[in-house]
């Protein structure tokens, strides 16, 4: 049975799978990805309708730059001989918050601050500082080589290499972006800003918010800044198979793995819901680690280690989404690609609270038909609220809870719903069919305030030959933090199975 077996299976090819298959198979390792849709990406795949590509999720796009070491998405391609065009943008978000804070987030640092302290100029010093802070872990991050952390020689190499560093990510590990925010400001109106530069990604509040990860996104947009890929966002996840093929790795479309089989406790193999039987050396997980846990593993069996992780962690909500097609002339001149719209701060977490809308054929209009863009809206929202209806109560609320989003984004968009040419309705359900992922969750969120990023679990689990890549491992969610996740994996399986290259 020799010729059946693989160094690496892989689980999924969101993101995190997919890197950790390309630099596994680039290190020379013999890899086969289970993919159970239809084509790779996940989160970070898009769908076709009626001449408009639209991005499932993901669209706005870190990690692409081409300066230091944080760009991970791009070393991910660059490491199996692909490269993609992706188009700059000059704004990561404007915001359109309650008492008329109304503020566009310039890939300029000095311009966004400028803009920021022009609405609060008492705190002009005080802004600064926290954002300079965030630079500074950003620093500490783009001046080594992000790797496994569960690897000591690594570790000591990088730590020998650039000490001042390592030293400072080691104090801000434990850290959340509200408490050195508090550190400098003190106007609440300030504060709830905050709030959501860090909802809008992490989907929790600022004192919730590893630091680590905000001194990415802070910074990184006015660095190697938010870049939209040519032909969308899928794109991506389609050329890192090309690359993966390049370097002999194998995928399997419609390939949904019911079962990791283990052996006296070991992982050994994964078998498809066709029945069919593939061994391997070691077994990446991709799916989330409570599809992981309770779908592929004996659910009676779950390891001490992971249910501790569930107490600490629970499900993000999932979202409510609508892939809206429209007339150009709906868009005023100078829109920009992505927006958030909260009318009052007390129901920024709750469901439906938020609506965050990308427009990317602003930037690559051949997503659309000529004349037309491309809007997806969405808003967090939870499986429960959908769920124990029949097939009509369904489309109902559907329709009833779509129209609600389209007239509250009427305030920014006006014209929107009568430029209406097209509508697909995505709900958890559709998130949980369509993606794989426990009740179409986004992520693990943290269940009470934690130490920073401390808590978030790496690669290796405590079942040997089984690992974790993607969003519920560290660093969390957002497609160049698993792109980090999938770095990580594979640097740690390099070393167990003692690859050279
Ligand atoms: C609406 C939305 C908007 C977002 N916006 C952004 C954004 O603007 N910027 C950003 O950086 N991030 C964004 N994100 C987050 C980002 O998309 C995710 O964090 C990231 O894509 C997750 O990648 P992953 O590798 O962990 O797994 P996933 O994308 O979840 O991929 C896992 C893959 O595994 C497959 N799979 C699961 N179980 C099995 C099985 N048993 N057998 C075979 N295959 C299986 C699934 O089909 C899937 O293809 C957004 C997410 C959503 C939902």
Redesign the pocket.
Known sequence: MDSELFDVII???????LVTATQLAAKGAKVIV????LI??????YFQSQGYTFDV??????GMGNKGTTNLLTRALDAVNVNLETIPDSVQIHYHLPNGLDLKIDRDYETFLQNLIAYFPDEAKGIRRFYDECQKVFNCLNNIELLSLEEPKYLLRVFLKNPLACLGLAKYLPLNVGEVARKYIQDPQLLKFIDIECYC?SVVPANMTPMINAGMVFSDRHYGGVNYPKGGVGKIAEKLVTGLAQFGGEIQYQ????KIITKQGKAVGVQLANGQVYYGKKIVS???RW?TFTK?LPVQEIPVKEKNWQQRYIKSPS?L?LHIGVKASVLPVGTECHHILLTDWQEMTTATGTIFV?IPTLLDPDLAPPGYHIIHA?TPDWISNWQGLSESEYADKKEIAAGQIIDRLETIFPGLDAGLDYLEIGTPRT?RRF???IDGT??PIPKRKLWGLLGMPFNRTVIPNLYC???STFPG??????AFSGFACAHRIGVDLQLRK
Do not use: C, K
């Open positions: 689980i999924g090819s969101g993101i995190g799978g289970f993919e159970s849709y790779p990406g996940g989160s970070a795949g999720g993901a669209s706005m796009i870190f990604w390939a949904r793995v019911t991709n799916a989330t599809d592929l979202f989404s990308s969405f998130h993606l794989q992922r986004y992520g890549v993607g969003d969610q957002g497609l160049n933090a698993v």
